[in-house]
Nanobody, 115 residues
Framework: QVQLVESGGGLVQPGGSLRLSCAASGSGFSTYTMRWYRQAPGKQRDFVSLIASGGGIYYADSVKGRFTISRDNAKNAVYLQMNSLKPEDTAVYYC?????????WGQGTQVTVSS
């Protein structure tokens, strides 16, 4: 069982930045593929970014060049640095761990981009 806790969401003006964090329990964190997803009101949950255990990184086209994913295996944590935020980035952001024993989700953190 893996527990994930996101933090760092909030209200920010367009063009601003936020850094999301996701803390994971368990001893196998370095082997997990970690992903960020987001879900806007009334919409499906969409992929944002992933970082594989070997360090491979992928981004959705909508965030490429603005968001940066990283991980710290010593701290069992994954981060999402979000710059140049736009109103359309408003959503609940979820952390996901893809492991050999299953797929786990955090409870989400709200990001609101508004003036």
């Amino acid at each position: 069982q893996v527990q994930l806790v996101e933090s760092g969401g909030g209200l920010v003006q367009p063009g601003g930045s936020l850094r999301l964090s996701c803390a994971a329990s368990g001893s196998g964190f370095s082997t997990y593929t970690m992903r960020w997803y987001r879900q806007a009101p009334g919409k499906q949950r969409d992929f944002v970014s992933l970082i594989a255990s070997g360090g491979g990184i992928y981004y959705a086209d909508s965030v490429k060049g603005r968001f940066t994913i990283s991980r710290d295996n010593a701290k069992n944590a994954v981060y999402l640095q979000m710059n140049s935020l736009k109103p359309e980035d408003t959503a609940v952001y979820y952390c996901n761990a893809f492991t050999g024993s299953g797929d786990y989700w955090g409870q989400g953190t709200q990001v609101t981009v508004s003036s």
